[in-house]
Structure formats: C-alpha cells, structure tokens
Nanobody, 115 residues
C-alpha cells in the first residue's frame, strides 16, 4: 500500500512564500519518481516539478526560478518550496509517485494566492 498526504497549503499574498509537504507511508525515493502537480478550476492537471531517485529535477517553465522540489529521505517526505507566488499559482496541488506504469496520488492541498 502506498499513501501520500499533502499539507502546507493555504492563503498567501502575491510575492509571498509557502512550503508544501508530502508525507509518504514508506520510503519511495529509491524506487520511482516523486512529483508535484496542480489543477486550477476548468484546467487540466499539470506537472509542476518532479524529482527522480537519482536526484534529477524537472520544472515546468512557469515555475522555474521560483519553486524548488526537494526531499528528506529520513522523514519520507518531499517538499515544494514556493517563492514569489503569483495569483495564477492558485490551484489544488497534488503529490504524485510514479513507478513503472503506476501512479499514486495524494488528496491534494489548496493554495490560494490573493491580496
């Protein structure tokens, strides 16, 4: 069984910062790809950032230079540090684990950027 639980979302002003956390039920970092996705109203779910077991990162163009994905293997937790947030970052953010052809998802955490 794989369980992913996101936390850290909330209301933040434009230009501010948030750190999202994704706690896994067991160690996953050595076996697959961790990622953060987001979905805004009336939009498709889109990749924000990903992190491979080897430490390779990938970012969507719209967050490069602002967001950072990282992990703490001892805590079985992956993070998304969100800096210089914009109103268009408003969405539900989901943690994802991918291995082979399988995908596992957390329940999502709401991020709202507004003044």
């Amino acid at each position: 069984q794989v369980q992913l639980v996101e936390s850290g979302g909330g209301l933040v002003q434009p230009g501010g910062s948030l750190r999202l956390s994704c706690a896994a039920s067991r160690s996953l970092f050595s076996t697959g790809i961790m990622g953060w996705y987001r979905q805004a109203p009336a939009k498709q779910r889109e990749l924000v950032a990903s992190l491979t077991s080897g430490g390779r990162t990938n970012y969507a163009d719209f967050v490069k230079g602002r967001f950072t994905i990282s992990r703490d293997s001892d805590k079985n937790t992956v993070y998304l540090q969100m800096n210089s947030v914009k109103p268009e970052d408003t969405a539900v953010y989901y943690c994802n684990f991918r291995i082979l052809s399988l995908n596992y998802w957390g329940q999502g955490t709401q991020v709202t950027v507004s003044s």
